[in-house]
């Protein structure tokens, strides 16, 4: 033990002796400074800390150009949507901000339609073009609406203007299957094919009537959930491209597999064999030996 932990112990032994006294005695009472030591924060610091707002920075092949853009992630809250006939109430967590970034226009619509969907209205198209998107509430003397613009130089699109007061009343934005198509239903039924792979259209038809009081046709049902099982499963083509990542990784953890995966000349798949090492051993040990013969002379 060096000088200045011989110096110290004496200190941490007081220490420990009070605290076991206060614990003894019911009339004393340790607090939190008692304990840890009164420790003067700074106002500025203090004030920062009644925030709960995360500070998410854009994470892409866009780096460079948009080190200097933040993304304010509002704290975790619930609101319900207003229960209409049978339509079952649902708590409403997805909000849009101004300063949102979204990475494409096509996913701009998509997170629009989602949107529209759990607030139960309608969004007419104001503008749209390369470089700009602009939507409104669907009743015409209605105040909500959002203008994005195309950041310069990039896909990337910016919410840049957003009004979020409806002033229309509630019976006005009925029915609201604009937003509903196959795609926005299958985004949102998605996680439910990760433990429930046999959810069926005639399902999603009933839990789409049920929780927002949408009524899709057989055929909508039916393509939104191909379109969940390939956000959860992946489609064909993703599944082909890895398959290469999968034959190296089945060698790594069986060393002595044998593998062999044929391309044709546009590097599509033709055909591939695998063999397992635990196989080929097993073949060879239980296997008498043969000996053939396909001709004489």
Not at 46 to 71: L, P
Not at 203 to 214: A, L, V
Request: hydrophobic share 30%.
């Amino acid at each position: 033990m060096d000088e200045f932990e011989r110096s110290d112990v004496p200190n941490m032994v007081e220490h420990l002796d009070d605290i076991r006294e206060g614990l003894q005695s019911p009339s004393h009472h340790f607090s939190f400074e008692d304990l840890m030591g009164n420790q003067h924060i700074p106002e500025h610091e203090e004030t920062a800390t009644q925030f709960n707002y995360i500070s998410e920075r854009v994470s892409n092949q866009y780096d460079e150009q948009f080190a200097h853009v933040q993304r304010l992630v509002p704290p975790p809250c619930t609101f319900y949507s207003i229960n209409s006939g049978e339509v079952a109430p649902r708590p409403v967590t997805m909000r849009l901000e101004v300063g949102e970034l979204f990475p494409s226009k096509k996913l701009l619509k998509s997170q629009l339609g989602n949107y529209a969907l759990e607030n139960r209205f309608q969004i007419r198209v104001f503008k749209s073009d390369t470089t700009r998107y602009q939507v409104r509430c669907i009743v015409e003397d209605c105040n909500w609406r959002l203008h994005a613009a195309k950041v310069l130089n990039s896909d990337y699109f910016q919410n840049r203007k957003f009004d979020n007061q409806h002033t229309c009343s509630t019976e006005a934005r009925f029915p609201y299957q604009r937003q509903a198509s196959a795609q926005v239903i299958g985004e949102h039924i998605q996680e439910k094919f990760r433990d429930h792979r046999s959810y069926k259209p005639k399902e999603i038809i009933h839990d789409m009537q049920r929780e927002f009081g949408i009524s899709c046709n057989y055929h909508k049902g039916y393509r939104a959930r191909h379109i969940a099982l390939e956000k959860v499963q992946g489609t064909p083509v993703e599944s082909y491209i890895i398959l290469p990542s999968y034959l190296y990784m089945l060698k790594q953890a069986n060393p002595g597999t044998v593998t062999d995966l044929h391309t044709d000349l546009s590097n599509r798949f033709m055909y591939m064999f695998f063999c397992l090492k635990a196989c080929i051993d097993g073949f060879l040990s239980s296997t008498r030996p043969v000996i053939a013969i396909d001709g004489t002379f």
